[in-house]
């Protein structure tokens, strides 16, 4: 039980850093509203104005305002490219060797061309590898889930300390 609750809240925190107000996405659900849209197909790409309790609120991009369940939106792959880079630059300025990294090329260590990507060849292969691992979490928390196990260890110690699992 502590273990799903766990999941359901790293699952929402997860998808509120994705929908982010004016992120591009898509999506693709039957409207069960009091409104003329009401049993419609609504469906195409649109923009974030809100996440909040599970549900994205936004306009598709020829105006049709929207809310619905945020399992029937998906982010662009543009955006979520986005994103990756957002996270990846957050996580490289933190780690220890971000300092050289400035003295080698200055401030313009991030300079991206969205044919490119990243002109300074050891950024660009830092975020090669930071994508694979980027990846291999996510599938590693899906297959988690699967089986059951906790993804942390904080979750283990919680669900030890409910009783949840006995080794």
């Known amino acids: ?18 929908f982010t107000k004016g992120a591009r996405v898509y999506v693709d659900f039957i409207s069960d509203s009091r409104t003329e849209f009401s049993g419609k197909q609504i469906k195409g790409f649109a923009r974030v104005d809100r996440h909040e309790n599970g549900y994205v609120y936004g306009q598709l991009e020829q105006g049709t305002p929207f809310m619905c369940p945020e399992k029937y939106v998906e982010l662009t792959p543009q955006e979520y490219i986005k994103q990756l880079r957002l996270e990846f630059e957050q996580w490289l300025r933190n780690q220890e060797q971000y300092s050289i990294l400035i003295q080698q090329y200055g401030n313009d260590v991030f300079i991206y061309d969205a044919i490119d990507g990243y002109q300074k060849l050891a950024i660009s292969l830092a975020f090669e590898l930071w994508k694979m691992l980027h990846l291999c979490r996510e599938e590693n928390k899906v297959l988690l ?15 030890v300390k409910a009783g ?3 080794e």
């Open 1 to 18: 039980m502590i273990q799903k609750h766990l999941q359901e809240t790293e699952q929402t925190e997860t998808n509120s850093k994705q």
């Open 145 to 159: 889930k699967k089986l059951s196990i906790p993804a942390s260890a904080t979750e283990k110690t919680n669900l």
């Open 164 to 166: 949840g699992n006995h």
